[in-house]
Every structure is written in structure tokens, then in C-alpha cells.
């Protein structure tokens, strides 16, 4: 299959690669890498994500190549969507790049659609960066220091610096490789990690607070309003990684972060859409939870959008922590 898709990707002439909306290190830093190696095979590369970079990730080489427009999609003969579960991750784009007449799927989503012609589609890979890099080795083409800075960004964020049960061999060994070409694992940490602005840290103090455990135990729930991201100066982006607090708490099997949208008053008044992210203790599959809900994702971590008021979300999400007691598993 990688043969075919990069003979596919050789024989196009104009190439569009777009990852999720909301991205996180691995959607921009597959997109990246992917967009790089392309060009540096001499082909016309469009990168687009519909969402702004986080600020987190605007050290990355190239990454002004990213485009929030897509202008006349009709040009690309082909589309590459990379860390999509479903091609409606990249948001509203999508009728336009379901109209491109090929589209490759590269992911590493349990719960991934099978949309398009081709599939690079690994659930064992730790990240959708562990693919590219598989890809791009297969080019024969030589590594350079963007493209090697963007996958190691997209493993160590998407292995939750490789303590996430993802964390697999290929992380390491891929990791250590692009060390060797000249990434600085400190210099990344520092822009990725350690230079978050005051208001982050207050929002953190906000969600913290919010944090409400059912009562066996075994599920929390943390929430993040539009109200506190106000309060505090930030941006939905600044949430990232909060759930962590709430899943590390002694006896939590499921961990729930509810996080307010834009513009989401809904029906009526009281409505409003929400994006809930899950994560497990890893005896819980919440991609399962996730998909009953219209979303998807891994084992250990997922997300669904819904519509509905607060405070029914919330029991919603209590009600899950029924099955919870002990160690019995959901479905
Ligand atoms: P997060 O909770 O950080 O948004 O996402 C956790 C995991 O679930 C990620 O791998 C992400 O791609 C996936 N995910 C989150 N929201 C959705 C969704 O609405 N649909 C699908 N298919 N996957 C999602
Ligand atoms: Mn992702």
C-alpha cells in the first residue's frame, strides 16, 4: 500500500494535505512533516488546516505553510488527510475534499472510517507522525531538521511524553533517529511544555476547581465554560491537557472534560453544544462511549461533540460510571 500511495502522490500534480480541526502536535506534526518531503520531491503541496495553530506549536519549521482557507479545492487531484478517524474531522471543508477525486487516509484511529481510495491506516502506531515517518523512509528520502522536529512533536504529544499506553518500540527508536539528525528534545519540551501564558495557568486553577468525582469513585468530571476561558484571556486551545489532572486521580477509570463551544447556544436557550474528551485508565474502551455518541477515537482516549444543556450532560456522563464499580468493564 505505501508503494501505491506514494506512487499515487508522485503521478499527482496538485496535492492537498489537511489534518483535524482543533489540532494537536500530531495533526500538525504529520501535516507538516508529510508537506515538507513531498516538496522536496518536487511536488505542488497545498497544507490546510481550518483551525489557528496553538501557540505551542508555532515554533515549528514551515508552519506558516499551513493555510486556514481552502481556495479553490477543484484544483487538487488529490487530498492526503492525516490523524482523521472520519474524513468530517477536518471540519467544514468537507464536501469540498470529498469532491477531490482521490483521497488517502493516513490514521492511526481505532475507529477509523476507511473513507477514501487509499488507507495508511495503523492502530498500532502510536501517532499518525510514526506513519509518515514509515512513508517518507519508504521515498528514500534523506531526513532533514523540520521534517524530523514536526515527528518527534507529533510522538512525544500524542504519547503524552511517552507515558500514554500508545507509547510503543517505534516511538522510542523513531524518536532517537530524529534526535540524530539534530532535533533537541529540551528546545522542543521548553516550547511545547514550558512557556504557557499567566492566563493558562489561571484557567488551570479554574478547572481544577471544577473537578467533580461520582460517588463510587471511579469517574470525574472536570469543565471548562466559555465564562472561565473569558475570565482568564484564553483560548479553547489553552484546555489541552487538562484532562490529565482529572484522570490521574486514585480509583478514576474514566476520566471526562466538558469543554463549552463557540457560538454553541443551541435550540433553545439552555442548549449548548459541548466537546467532551474521555480518557481511561486503559480498562475502559471510551472510543466504544465515544462512538455511541457519534465520535470516536483510541481505547484510552476520545471525544464527541453534543448538543444539550449542562446539566443533563453531566448525568449523562454519571450515568456511565454505573457500570464502573469494581473491575468490571463497560459494554
Ligand atoms: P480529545 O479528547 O483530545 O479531543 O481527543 C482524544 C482522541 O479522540 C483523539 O485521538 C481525537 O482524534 C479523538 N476524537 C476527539 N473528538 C472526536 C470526535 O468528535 N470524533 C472522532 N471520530 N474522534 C474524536
Ligand atoms: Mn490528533
Redesign the pocket.
Known amino acids: 500500500m505505501m508503494k501505491k500511495i506514494i506512487q499515487q502522490l508522485t503521478n499527482s500534480s496538485r496535492v492537498l494535505l489537511a489534518s483535524?480541526a482543533?489540532p494537536?502536535g500530531d495533526?500538525i506534526g504529520s501535516l507538516l512533516a508529510l508537506g515538507i518531503a513531498l516538496e522536496r520531491l518536487g511536488q505542488a503541496v497545498t497544507l490546510y488546516n481550518e483551525s489557528a495553530i496553538p501557540a505551542v506549536y508555532r515554533f515549528l519549521p514551515s508552519v506558516d505553510r499551513i493555510q486556514k482557507q481552502l481556495a479553490d479545492p477543484e484544483r487538487f487531484d488529490t487530498a492526503v488527510m492525516l490523524?482523521?478517524?472520519?474524513l468530517?474531522?477536518v471540519g467544514s471543508a468537507v464536501e469540498a475534499i470529498a469532491a477531490i477525486p482521490t483521497i488517502v487516509n493516513i490514521d492511526h484511529?481505532a475507529?477509523n472510517t476507511r473513507f477514501g481510495q487509499y488507507h495508511l491506516v495503523d492502530v498500532d502506531a502510536c501517532a499518525t507522525s510514526e506513519i509518515v515517518y514509515r512513508l517518507i523512509q519508504s521515498m528514500g528520502l534523506e531526513m532533514n531538521l523540520a521534517m524530523a522536529t514536526a515527528i518527534y512533536t507529533g510522538i512525544l504529544t500524542?504519547t503524552g511524553s511517552f507515558r500514554f499506553s500508545n507509547t510503543n518500540r517505534a516511538a522510542f527508536s523513531i524518536c532517537e533517529a530524529m534526535v540524530a539528525v539534530g532535533v533537541k528534545p529540551s528546545t522542543v519540551a521548553q516550547h511545547v511544555y514550558g512557556t504557557y501564558s499567566l492566563g493558562r495557568i489561571k484557567l488551570l486553577n479554574l478547572a481544577l476547581d471544577s473537578i467533580e468525582i461520582s460517588h463510587n469513585g471511579s469517574l470525574s468530571i472536570m469543565t471548562v465554560t466559555r465564562e472561565m476561558l473569558s475570565d482568564t484571556g484564553t483560548q479553547p486551545e489553552d484546555a489541552?491537557g487538562l484532562?490529565n489532572y482529572a484522570r490521574r486521580i486514585q480509583d478514576v477509570k474514566v476520566a471526562a472534560?466538558i469543554h463549552e463551544l463557540e457560538n454553541g447556544n443551541g435550540v433553545s436557550k439552555r442548549r449548548k453544544r459541548f466537546?467532551?474528551?474521555?480518557?481511561s485508565d486503559g480498562s475502559v474502551d471510551v472510543?466504544r462511549i465515544?462512538?455511541n455518541f457519534?465520535?470516536?477515537?483510541?481505547t484510552a482516549?476520545?471525544?464527541?461533540?453534543v448538543e444539550s444543556s449542562l446539566a443533563e450532560l453531566k448525568k449523562t456522563i454519571y450515568n456511565l460510571s454505573e457500570g464502573l464499580g469494581g473491575k468490571c468493564h463497560l459494554n
Open positions: 483535524h482543533n494537536d495533526a490523524d482523521c478517524g472520519g468530517d474531522r484511529h475507529t500524542d489541552d484532562i472534560l466537546h467532551v474528551s474521555l480518557r472510543s465515544a462512538s457519534g465520535g470516536g477515537g483510541h482516549a476520545a471525544g464527541f461533540s
